[in-house]
């Protein structure tokens, strides 16, 4: 039933042995080791586990790990550089203490920095449409869209 | 030393002494007191009280760096930063150089919950008085140890040096003990004007860590040898489980570890979390349940909880309630149950080895979690050790202490690997205890001059805390073992009437509260009964200055004798002054102190109506607020700001719904808050004032945003909304 499947993440490959039903979220965080997806809901309603598929913000709850072998996975992690130094979204939220709990802050960085791919320069507009599938319990909304602002005059 | 200011000191001194109530430090031998600086206090903080060893609270590392222990755990709040700017700040220290210990049965002092808005004021402030008598104590002995006076010695980055240049750290000061002196007033301070961290906007080094993916997060803990467990909840609060089939699961997956069945109680441990989540899921599907009709589906819970058997308690009594005769103005108010609603729910890790059980809990509790589950399994408080780290933020008591028992069961059924219990999105939103419902009937009347004549309010809510606080029945597994425990009630109103006595000069007054105990579990949510009464009374304070034909900021300040309150108001009216009202738009204020004794806070709504539709839609959210001393600027702002967007959502979007067996509000289409099309735009401005004590805020901005956005949306197209959330079918038309 398991099956050895090899997977780009960070920029690295990695051979796994699991269940090739398994979401991908589970095998980032427990055969991978990585903190940044978030288990929130499973049901694609609540932006904690993003993670970027070939660039682009995508929920790892639910999607079957062997759907993703050709695509490049980066996580919160692999957005930090070979220096050691932030992304600049990363650095606009530690700027901005766009944070209360954090347990969102993997969502929030994560379609950020997707939407800032995709919009060099969004107004409020478009960085709320953005933004729309993360959810905050702890109503930190309002510094996230002035950290997507300050990360968006850096890049 | 400079002889005008020591002169300033005393006479300082001899003026407060003829204050009668305060206490005065005065040290010759510390070099602080050149500066006259005073402690205006003559108690100790609580915590501190209780807990008096400088040991206690901090301690000298073999580096020289200090480690402060606090019993609060962080929610989100910042209190790990906070903690440690006020002790880097007495001790002279940068902050890098203090760490912090959070909630540690084995390690820090007890101090019950991190709740209420109280950190800042009891645990902050026991680590300043603490780490200023550290100062005191380590310049003394070092005095002794270089042969020098105190003030001839300089304390800085944990150095103390002589103008020889003899230099000693902290750590040679004490040969590697620790200040085992207990703290006694009086108590030389730094001066507040000496300050380089306290009251800055020293930023949280968690958010670094957390925006790097790095362990922050219990759900991000990791143990050798760490076994993944799932439960499975009955079908409702009275189900009864009628089939399992073991053998049956064993069979559909495989790497089931342990599958424990106590009573209604069901868990399954896999060394995979992927084959428990499967074990889960097929048991979900399988298990057999009788599950019995016994929630009031389908009525009004406004009207239920009215006709539920019911304590009344007299809370608040002040001149004469007129019966009969004369005009009174009557308004009933309504909020549902509300739930806490952490993004991530809870999560918990349990280790039983050798007798001891280990827990790592986001509990805001550990003590009285640990009190709880020791009488609860049957061991010696000896034996079990509660570590807090920190979860997913909420404000309140949410499933953290049920899934921490979960994991205890779990782990003394499969000993010697830590045990990971993950609830599930539907299991956190069904078995959470929720923010109870309250039902708020007020009166008043208005004399000639438009003024409040009196006030009555009657209350009825179920109970506002049902934290384990030691006892074993709170813990929902208690109710599903084999021989199980049924809740008892705490009896604690203190919840209930939080904030229900308003904080204006009325000279007839009378609340009543009417405790019931309603159909859905509950507990602690920020704020507690603050939100509902704060919502009901400045709801009320509108539709009364109305009547009065008052504007509502005016009718506020002509209610109010406390200058700080009236501060707030007029500084929230100065920021609204440039303000322009289109059709259909509206602004809304509204004030409370929290508690009556905390932070004061003035909020104002902007929204916009489309009457048609019923949507509301918010445009900008002011707080002006005034939290005595400030510790950390930013944290404070982001607080208030989180405050203000968490009450919003509660007000405009949130109500547990439920049909005859349970919750049915299971996830986030069926329970919405709100997202990033809902937000405005916050602004956030706070009047410190250095001097006075510090106040809790946490909680301030609860119960004033959401009558600011009832009388927003009042004022934009005239419909009142008595009875919460705002939905559109209450402001369409």
């Given at each position: 039933m398991e099956k050895t499947l090899t997977l780009q993440v960070n920029g690295k490959k990695h051979t796994v042995t699991v269940d090739?039903?398994?979401?991908l979220l589970y095998v980032l965080r427990?055969?991978?080791?990585?903190?940044?997806p978030k288990y929130g809901?499973?049901?694609?309603?609540?932006?904690?586990?993003m993670v970027l598929l070939n660039g682009k913000a995508n929920p790892?709850?639910?999607?079957?790990?062997?759907?993703?072998?050709?695509l490049s996975i980066t996580t919160l992690e692999g957005?930090?550089?070979?220096?050691g130094s932030l992304h600049p979204v990363q650095q606009a939220f530690v700027d901005q203490q766009?944070?209360?709990?954090?347990?969102c802050l993997n969502g929030m960085v994560i379609s950020a920095v997707s939407l800032l791919q995709e919009t060099k320069k969004p107004d409020d507009t478009a960085i709320r449409e953005g933004m729309q599938r993360v959810l905050c319990r702890c109503g930190s909304q309002a510094r996230v869209m002035r950290a997507i602002k300050q990360a968006a005059q850096h890049s | 030393m400079k002889k005008s200011s020591l002169a300033g000191a005393v006479s300082r001194r001899k003026f407060l002494k003829g204050a009668g109530c305060l206490t005065v430090a005065f040290s010759?031998?510390?070099?602080w007191a050149a500066v006259g600086?005073?402690?205006?206090?003559d108690r100790l903080p609580d915590s501190l009280r209780r807990h008096p060893r400088v040991s206690a609270w901090l301690e000298v590392l073999a580096d020289g760096r200090v480690r402060v222990f606090t019993g609060k755990t962080e929610l989100g709040q910042g209190i790990r930063t906070a903690i440690a700017q006020v002790a880097a700040e007495e001790l002279d220290?940068?902050?890098?150089?203090v760490e912090l210990v959070l909630a540690d049965t084995g390690r820090t002092?007890?101090?019950?919950?991190?709740?209420?808005?109280?950190s800042i004021e009891s645990s902050a402030m026991s680590v300043r008085y603490a780490a200023a008598a550290a100062r005191q104590l380590l310049l003394e002995r070092a005095a002794q140890k270089l042969g020098?006076?105190?003030?001839?010695l300089q304390l800085e980055n944990g150095v103390v040096s002589t103008a020889g240049g003899k230099k000693l750290t902290l750590a040679d000061i004490l040969d590697g003990k620790q200040i085992e002196d207990e703290v006694r007033l009086p108590i030389t301070l730094k001066?507040?004007?000496?300050?380089?961290?306290?009251?800055?906007?020293?930023?949280?080094s968690d958010i670094g860590r957390m925006v790097r993916g790095e362990q922050v997060h219990i759900h991000d803990l990791r143990l050798p040898g760490m076994v993944h467990a799932r439960v499975i909840r009955p079908g409702s609060y009275q189900a009864r489980l009628k089939k399992l089939d073991e053998a049956a699961l064993r069979q559909a997956v495989p790497g089931i570890l342990k599958t424990v069945v106590d009573g209604n109680f069901i868990g399954v441990i896999a060394a995979d979390e992927y084959a428990a989540i499967k074990g889960q899921t097929y048991l979900y599907q399988h298990a057999e349940w009788s599950v019995p009709d016994t929630l009031p589906a389908g009525k009004s819970l406004a009207y239920h909880i009215k006709e539920l058997p019911a304590k009344t308690e007299r809370v608040a009594e002040k001149g004469i309630i007129p019966s009969g005769s004369g005009a009174v103005i009557k308004a009933s108010y309504f909020k549902p149950y509300l739930m806490h609603?952490?993004?991530?729910p809870s999560c918990a890790i349990a280790l039983f080895e050798g007798g001891n059980l280990q827990i790592w809990t986001h509990s805001q509790g550990v003590f009285p979690l640990r009190d709880a589950l020791q009488k609860w399994l049957k061991l010696s408080a000896e034996q079990v050790h509660v570590t807090a780290v920190p979860g997913s933020?909420?404000?309140?008591?949410?499933g953290a202490d049920d899934v921490a028992a979960d994991a205890a069961l779990l782990a003394m059924a499969y000993p010697g690997k830590p045990v990971r219990l993950q609830w599930s999105r539907e299991e956190e939103h069904a078995w959470e205890p929720y923010g109870s419902a309250m039902l708020m009937e007020l009166e008043a009347g208005l004399d000639?001059?438009?003024?409040?004549?009196h006030w009555k309010l009657d209350l009825w809510s179920d109970t506002h805390s049902n934290r384990p606080g030691g006892d074993?029945?709170?813990?929902?597994?208690a109710w599903h073992r084999k021989e199980p425990l049924t809740l008892k009630t705490s009896g604690f109103s203190g919840g209930t009437a939080?904030?229900?006595?308003?904080?204006y000069t009325i000279p007839n007054l009378q609340i009543d509260t009417h405790s019931i105990a309603g159909p859905l579990r509950v507990s602690a949510l920020r704020s507690l009964g603050a939100y509902g009464n704060v919502f009901a009374i400045e709801s009320f304070m509108d539709e009364l200055a109305e009547k009065a034909e008052k504007d509502p900021m005016a009718f506020r300040l002509m209610h109010l004798s406390d200058q700080r309150a009236i501060t707030v108001l007029t500084k929230l009216q100065e920021l609204l002054a440039a303000q322009k009202v289109s059709s259909g738009e509206g602004i809304g204020i509204s004030f409370a102190r929290y508690k009556n004794t905390s932070a004061y806070c003035a909020v104002a709504a902007k929204v916009a109506v489309n009457a048609k539709e019923g949507s509301v839609q918010m445009q900008q959210l002011w707080a002006v607020v005034d939290?005595?001393?400030?510790?950390n600027l930013d944290g404070l702002k982001n607080q208030i700001e989180g405050g203000m967007i968490q009450s919003a959502s509660w007000t405009l979007k949130e109500e547990v719904q439920f049909d005859a067996r349970h919750?049915?509000?299971?996830d986030w289409v069926s329970y919405p808050i709100v997202r990033f099309s809902d937000v405005p735009a916050v602004a956030v401005t706070v009047v410190d004032r250095p001097t006075e004590p510090p106040l809790g805020a946490g909680e301030a901005a609860q119960g004033p945003t959401a009558a600011a956005i009832v009388n927003a949306v009042y004022r934009a197209c005239g419909k009142r909304v008595?009875?919460?959330?705002?939905r559109p079918d209450k402001v369409a038309g």
């Open positions: 090739p039903a398994t979401p427990n055969q991978l080791q990585l903190n940044g809901c499973a049901l694609h309603q609540c932006g904690s586990c790892s709850c639910q999607i079957p790990v062997d759907a993703v072998t050709t957005l930090i550089r070979p220096d766009a944070a209360q709990c954090g347990y | 010759m031998t510390d070099t600086e005073v402690v205006a206090n220290l940068p902050m890098e150089r002092p007890d101090e019950r919950y991190t709740a209420g808005s109280a020098r006076p105190v003030a001839q001066p507040k004007h000496t300050y380089r961290l306290v009251r800055k906007e020293v930023p949280r609603g952490s993004i991530g933020g909420c404000y309140g008591h949410n000639n001059a438009g003024k409040i004549s074993p029945s709170k813990l929902l597994p939080r904030n229900s006595e308003p904080y939290a005595g001393e400030v510790i919750v049915t509000s299971r008595r009875h919460l959330p705002v």
